[in-house]
């Protein structure tokens, strides 16, 4: 049975800790947009796609998506996944194609997206993110995976004490008071960097 160009959506919001009342929409979107969504999950495994389908269900961060479930013969879902990006240690990581850092430190995980680091305060003529990304461009950060989920290579950079200390120190021109006073005073250890991987 060939696949569905497209798949009639059911999306709603999965609220954790709360009964809540949310509006459901309803879209047709492509399969390999629905797909896309299940790799998060599932990884480049054609059996877990193709149940996820039959199912009709996925969780995908504060959604839920349902729809009617279908058959997929193994075979189409292989050939489907093998269009999507394979993890690449390679892939060599570049500062300025970085797209989300996330902060991790005893007790701590903080999520800084490059759109909310590009912004800047108030008479200052630097971000933050010009300052983390002369920052980067001197370390050598591991390759982990290509993440589904952030549609980019995952590296891990373990941080040096004068590194931590610079990021710190450069919180100081986030034009958000309460994270920037999170990042800098957090004993921050390690980050998480998702690298925009260039097409071809």
């Given amino acids: 049975m060939p696949l569905p160009e497209t798949v009639r959506v059911k999306l709603s919001s999965e609220e954790a800790g709360m009964v809540s009342i949310t509006p459901v929409v309803v879209q047709d ?22 149940e996820l389908c039959l199912r009709g269900s996925l969780v995908s961060g504060a959604s839920r998506f349902r729809w009617t479930g279908f058959d997929a013969d193994l075979e189409s879902v292989a050939a489907l996944l093998a269009t999507f990006p ?10 300025e194609r970085c797209l989300l850092a996330v902060f991790h430190g005893p007790g701590c995980r903080i999520e800084l997206s ?12 630097k971000c933050f993110w010009d300052l983390f990304v002369e920052v980067l461009a001197n370390e050598s950060p591991r390759y982990v995976e290509y993440s589904y989920k952030e549609k980019a290579d995952c590296y891990r ?4 004490h ?13 034009p958000y008071k309460g994270l920037g006073d999170q990042v800098r005073r957090s004993a921050l ?12």
């Fill in 114 to 125: 490059r759109e909310a680091g590009r912004k800047r305060r108030l008479f200052r003529r």
């Fill in 189 to 200: 250890e390690w980050l998480e960097l998702f690298v925009e991987r260039i097409p071809g």
């Fill in 157 to 160: 950079l373990d941080l040096s």
């Fill in 86 to 95: 394979d993890s690449d240690p390679a892939v060599p990581f570049q500062a």
């Fill in 162 to 174: 004068a590194t931590s200390g610079l990021i710190r120190q450069g919180a100081a021109l986030l």
């Fill in 29 to 50: 979107l492509s399969l390999r947009e629905l797909v896309g969504r299940m790799l998060g999950v599932t990884g480049k495994d054609p059996a877990r796609v193709r």
